[in-house]
Structures are given as structure tokens and as C-alpha cells.
């Protein structure tokens, strides 16, 4: 679990860098991905890595939406699952 976790960030960073070398600012699907990739790299970044995950120079409303949507969305999936998955365990069989 933790080497994917780790996975993850490491290709998050790589994405982030890679995108910012790109010379249109970001708009609102680059925002959307840089929001989905957000969540992900929250371990590089709980283990004291400066990990880039918002693009300063963007193109402002339509970036900001993206990203909030991104985020949301991967919020949705990764938790949405984890709740769904506790949910099924707590159900009780019917006698």
C-alpha cells in the first residue's frame, strides 16, 4: 500500500513538472487534472516533499473551476469507494 502510495506521487510530480514547462497556461481540463492529482500527492507532501500541485500562472476562472472540480472528483472516487466498502462490512445479515 505504501509503495503505491509512493508510486503515485512520484508519477504526480513528474506530471506536474512536466506540465509546467508547457507554455499556455492551464485552463479548465488541465485544471481538472491538476485537481485529480492533488489527493495523490498528499503522502510526498506528508512526508516533508515540496510537491507541486496547483499551477500559479493559470488562466484564472476556468482553471480554478477544473481544479475544483478535479478535486472533487477524486475525492468522490477514493472516498466514495472507502465509504462504500465500510458500509458493506457493517451491514447486518438478516436472520
Known sequence: MAATAYLFAWACGVAMKAD???T???G???GMLHGAMMPVA????LAG???EIYAQV???VTYKLGYSLGVNA???FFFGWLFLSLGSLRKKPKN
Open 42 to 45: 498528499w503522502p510526498a507532501l
Open 74 to 76: 477524486s475525492g468522490l
Open 49 to 51: 516533499h515540496d510537491q
Open 28 to 30: 479548465l481540463f488541465r
Open 58 to 60: 493559470n488562466s484564472g
Open 24 to 26: 499556455t497556461p492551464p
Open 20 to 22: 509546467s514547462k508547457l
